[in-house]
C-alpha cells in the first residue's frame, strides 16, 4: 500500500497532448477514480501510472520514490483490465498463480497464497475449471484475484465492469469496494460511468480532452460542479439562461432570486439546477417563493422516480424529476403545473460555462 503523487504529468501522442499537466495525490488506502468520456485521457493516465507508457513532462512517486524510470514489472502494481486478460489454456488456479510463479515465490506459499485470493472473490471451489466454462462475472473475479495475489503496493482498473450486463455490473462494484475496503490497498479506477463512479470511489477527477476538470469526493463533484462541463457529465441538469443585478439577484424568466455570490458580478450566467432539485407545487406544499408555471409536454414512469419534461409559456422546457410519489400524485401529459427553481440548490456559471459563481457563498454553505 502506497500513497501516489502526480506531479504535473502531459503524455503526448505526436503532437497531441493526451494529458495535460495532471496534478493529483492519491492517498494511502483510497479508492480515487478517474472519470470521463471516451478520449478524455484516463486510460493514457492509468497506463501512464502503470509504466506501459512513459511521460514527456512531470514526475511520479510511489511514497517517497520516484518512479519515472521503473519499468512496469518493477513498480509492483496489480492490473485489471477491461478485457480481463487471462489465459483460456490454464486453470483458474494457474492463471491465479501466474504472477507469483513469475515472481519465483516458494510452491507452498504460492498455494497458500491462491486460496486465499480465490476465497476473497468467492471462487474457491472453481479453482480447477477453465476460463471458457466460467460467466462473465466470473472471469472478472478471476482477473482480479490474480491481481491481489501478488500483495501490489497499488491496484490499477481499466473499465473492469463495462463488459458486464447492468445487474451484475451492480453487483460486482459492491463486490470490488467492499474488497478494496478490506484489503485497503491504494486503488486508480478507470471508468466513464458516472454511477458506477459514484458509487465506489472515495475521490474523483474528472477529465476531459487530456484536462482535470475537478478532483472532489462523488457528492462535491455532483452538488458542486466548478464548471458546466462537469455539472453536464455528471447526471444530468438544466442549464437555464439568466442574469445577475449589481445587487446579487439573479433573475430567471423574471423571477429575481437573492443568491449570495462568491465575487460581486453582473451579467450574463447560466442557471443549473438538477431535475431532482425543482419542486413542484402540490395542495400541502409548504414551499414559500414564486413559482413558475409550465405545461406537462412528457411523462415517463420508471417506477421509483417519474420524469416528467415541462414546457414553460417563453417556450424553455425543464426537466423535472420526481421520487417516491403515490399513485394519485402522478400527473399526465398535457397538465398544468406550478414548479419552484430552489436557488438554494443551484449553481450559478460564468456565460462561457467555464466557472461556478457561488460555490462557496451558496446558502447550503450556511446550513
Request: hydrophobic residues 40%; glycine residues 6%; aromatic residues 8%.
Amino acid at each position: 500500500m502506497t500513497d501516489v503523487k502526480i506531479n504535473k504529468v502531459s503524455k503526448y501522442f505526436g503532437t497531441m497532448k493526451a494529458v495535460n499537466n495532471a496534478d493529483i495525490h492519491i492517498q494511502e488506502g483510497e479508492f480515487f477514480t478517474l472519470l470521463g468520456p471516451s478520449g478524455c485521457g484516463k486510460t493514457t493516465l492509468l497506463r501512464t501510472l502503470a509504466g506501459f507508457y512513459n511521460q514527456e513532462e512531470g514526475d511520479i512517486y510511489f511514497g517517497d520514490v520516484c518512479i519515472n524510470e521503473v519499468p512496469a514489472h518493477n513498480r509492483n502494481i496489480g492490473m485489471v483490465f477491461q478485457s480481463y486478460a487471462i489465459f483460456p489454456h490454464m486453470s483458474v488456479f494457474e492463471n491465479v498463480a501466474y504472477g507469483l510463479k513469475a515472481r519465483k515465490v516458494k510452491k507452498d506459499e504460492i498455494q497458500r497464497r491462491v486460496m486465499e485470493a480465490l476465497d476473497m472473490v468467492e471462487l474457491t471451489e472453481y479453482k480447477d475449471r477453465q476460463p471458457s466454462q466460467m460467466s462473465g462475472g466470473q472471469q472478472q473475479r478471476i482477473a482480479l484475484a490474480r491481481a491481489i495475489v501478488i500483495h501490489p503496493g497499488l491496484l490499477l482498473m481499466d473499465e473492469p465492469l463495462s463488459n458486464l450486463d447492468a445487474k451484475l455490473r451492480l453487483k460486482m462494484r459492491s463486490d470490488i469496494r467492499e474488497l478494496q475496503k478490506r484489503l485497503n490497498i491504494t486503488t486508480v479506477y478507470v471508468t466513464h460511468d458516472q454511477d458506477e463512479a459514484l458509487a465506489v470511489s472515495d475521490r474523483i477527477a474528472v477529465l476531459s480532452n487530456g484536462v482535470i476538470q475537478q478532483i472532489g469526493k462523488p457528492h462535491e463533484i455532483y452538488l458542486r460542479p466548478e464548471n458546466k462541463f462537469v455539472a453536464n457529465f455528471i447526471g444530468s441538469t438544466n442549464f437555464i439562461d439568466a442574469y445577475t443585478t449589481h445587487e446579487s439577484t439573479v433573475v430567471v424568466e423574471g423571477i429575481a432570486f437573492p443568491m449570495i455570490l462568491d465575487t460581486p458580478f453582473q451579467g450574463k450566467v447560466t442557471y443549473s439546477i438538477r431535475p431532482e432539485q425543482i419542486q413542484i407545487k402540490r395542495e400541502n406544499s409548504q414551499i414559500v417563493g414564486e413559482f413558475l408555471t409550465a405545461t406537462i409536454k412528457e411523462a415517463v414512469f420508471l417506477g421509483e422516480k417519474v420524469e416528467y419534461k415541462v414546457a414553460l409559456p417563453s417556450g424553455l422546457s425543464v426537466n423535472i424529476h420526481e421520487h417516491a410519489i403515490s399513485y394519485q400524485d402522478l400527473m399526465k401529459v398535457g397538465d398544468i403545473i406550478e414548479f419552484y427553481l430552489n436557488p438554494e440548490e443551484a449553481i450559478i456559471f460564468s456565460e462561457s460555462g467555464e466557472e461556478a459563481l457561488n460555490l462557496h457563498g451558496n446558502k447550503r454553505e450556511q446550513k
